[in-house]
């Protein structure tokens, strides 16, 4: 087949034509910016078109398009396809269709996705069971690629649940690692995201498991399994985990119940946790000379960001913990004000953090509007948190509040926050190490 991907350079799109690649078919795309994974999709043998998106694009008579869930319906690229009777589908419908050809199992949830998903992947490796991974992070294991090509029945998908994207996945095993209001200006309120969920769990059959966090309430045919912390198991996990902090702990026993759902034995799974490192941007820690430590982290809502402070001071108990933030989009901002706030403060009276700076908000072009940005900004944000709290204005100015020795430097947030932690890392270490 020939297929053209809008938005190939996408984490999740890329993955898809990655797995079309490896299955010999023909792939073709576009991106709005050239990067390293489209450079990497070059390699691999996919041709794309770099710069605007026009319909002088769709020359040939493609088999199928699949479409970034970003791309909006005028896309020239998408709008010519369909009058010329391409079929085309969006990056979940599409892999929505691949969950139907495997024994799926698909890991959601507000937070924790990608490590999860991860750490059941290896698992599965480890067991010989040779499975296929989409995920929605790098991994150090697959090449720094969010993509693994088994040679089984097994499909490991994160199911991400923006914009209920997960509805098109029909998955034997799913995964709930948690259940929180994120993506407000999709779902609205929290009702409605309890009732995604509840139709995502509703696509198990009766042969089904659910594996869900012990507090989370939600309905299905299929046999459940929860999860919560285990003592004994937990001291367990924390002497033999690389990657610190309670949430891993909790990410690690959703996916020892998949172990044992699929009767892997317990050596092999305690084993695989234990050689997990991390993912990409999740608590990524590099050592940097003069005794520093930067901490790269993907954290972009309250609750991770406790989480990810949390686990940096128990693993750095001793020392002066800087932390570097990035607000990620003015809609998420305004909707979680107060938690922003909130989990800050508390951050600050309980020394989870010594030194907090705040950057302006990531705004998403194109996505948000109005005056939401005079009101929810990072300047407004770092003075409702307090003295304590630092606005540094653009994340340039990050290298002129870096410390010069002696202390673990968290870059936190889901924007282009990352580019400034690469820079950092190369000037730092003489080369750039990504």
Not at 73 to 99: F, H, R
Not at 322 to 328: D, G
Request: aromatic share 10%; proline share 2%; net charge negative.
């Amino acid at each position: 087949m020939k297929i053209y991907f809008i938005g190939i350079g996408g984490i999740g799109v890329s993955a898809l034509a990655q797995y079309y690649l490896q299955k010999n078919n023909e792939v073709f795309g576009s991106d709005a910016t050239a990067s390293e994974i489209t450079e990497m999709m070059e390699k691999m043998g996919a041709k794309i078109i770099i710069g605007e998106q026009s319909e002088n694009n769709i020359k040939e008579n493609y088999d199928l398009l699949i479409y970034s869930p970003a791309v909006k319906n005028d896309n020239p690229e998408l709008v010519i396809a369909q009058k010329k009777g391409i079929k085309c589908l969006s990056y979940p419908e599409a892999l929505g269709e691949l969950t139907k050809e495997y024994f799926t199992i698909a890991i959601t949830g507000t937070h924790g996705k990608s490590t999860t998903t991860s750490m059941i992947a290896m698992m599965l490796i480890k067991a010989g069971m040779d499975s296929t991974v989409i995920v929605g992070t790098k991994l150090k294991e697959f090449n720094n690629s969010n993509f693994r090509m088994g040679n089984s029945k097994y499909l490991v998908i994160e199911a991400c649940e923006h914009e209920a994207s997960f509805l098109y996945y029909w998955p034997q095993i799913a995964v709930v690692t948690n259940m929180e209001e994120d993506h407000l200006d999709y779902y609205k309120n929290f009702e409605n995201i309890e009732k995604a969920f509840n139709e995502f769990t509703g696509h198990l059959s009766e042969k089904g498991l659910l594996i869900k966090k012990s507090d989370i309430n939600l309905k299905t045919k299929a046999k459940i399994i929860d999860f919560e912390i285990n003592q004994i198991e937990a001291q367990k996990l924390q002497s033999i985990m690389k990657v610190p902090g309670e949430h891993n702990i909790l990410n690690a026993l959703a996916a020892m119940e998949v172990g044992k759902a699929l009767e892997i034995p317990e050596n092999i799974i305690f084993a695989s946790l234990g050689e997990f490192y991390g993912t990409w941007r999740r608590f990524d820690v590099i050592d940097l000379p003069n005794n520093l430590v930067l901490i790269d982290d993907y954290a972009h809502h309250p609750t991770e960001i406790k989480a990810t402070l949390k686990a940096a001071r128990q693993k750095y108990s001793n020392q002066q913990i800087y932390c570097f933030f990035q607000p990620h989009q003015y809609q998420r901002t305004q909707f979680l004000w107060e938690e922003f706030i909130n989990v800050f403060k508390n951050s600050l009276d309980e020394k989870l953090v010594d030194k907090l700076y705040i950057v302006d908000v990531y705004d998403v072009v194109g996505r948000e509007g109005g005056d939401i940005a005079k009101n929810y900004n990072s300047k407004i944000l770092a003075e409702k948190i307090g003295d304590s709290a630092i606005y540094i204005g653009t994340k340039e100015n990050i290298n002129k509040y870096f410390p010069k020795q002696d202390a673990v430097v968290v870059i936190m947030g889901a924007g282009n926050i990352y580019n400034t932690s690469v820079e950092i890392k190369a000037k730092h270490l003489g080369t750039c190490i990504d």
